[in-house]
């Protein structure tokens, strides 16, 4: 059974850093990819960065260049590794894991992700 575990958030001033791991016990060897996710109050859920199984990776433009998701796959545990931070990235982060590609929403999609982390906050604050 998948489970996924996140850790690594806190309160951080602004242009500070942070790194979350998720460790995924149960990760089926031919996923498709993980990503990290966040939900603020009163938003949608927004992918932030995925890593696919064969090691490529991808991050929309809110946080691209700050951002930097890796994997240590002897400990089955996701990266995110967050620079730059700014009060907007304030938010509950998630790691999610898709077990396959349908095509039918983009590879970022939450839709996409069918097991999900209990989630980790953090909080941009001076």
């Known amino acids: 059974q998948l489970q996924l575990v996140e850790s690594g958030g806190g309160l951080v001033q602004p242009g500070g850093s942070l790194r979350l791991s998720c460790v995924a016990s149960g990760l089926p060897s031919d996923y498709f990819a993980i990503g990290w996710f966040r939900q603020a109050p009163g938003k949608e859920r927004e992918g932030v960065s995925l890593?696919?199984?064969?090691?490529?990776?991808y991050y929309p433009d809110s946080v691209k260049g700050r951002f930097t998701i890796s994997r240590d796959n002897a400990k089955n545990t996701v990266y995110l590794q967050m620079d730059s931070l700014k009060p907007e990235d304030t938010a509950s982060y998630y790691c999610?894991?898709?077990?396959?590609?349908?095509?039918?929403?983009?590879?970022?999609?939450?839709?996409?992700?069918?097991?999900w982390g209990q989630g980790t906050q953090v909080t941009v604050s001076s």
């Open positions: 999610a894991v898709a077990t396959y590609y349908s095509g039918y929403y983009h590879t970022l999609d939450p839709k996409t992700y069918s097991s």
């Open positions: 890593i696919f199984s064969g090691g490529s990776t």
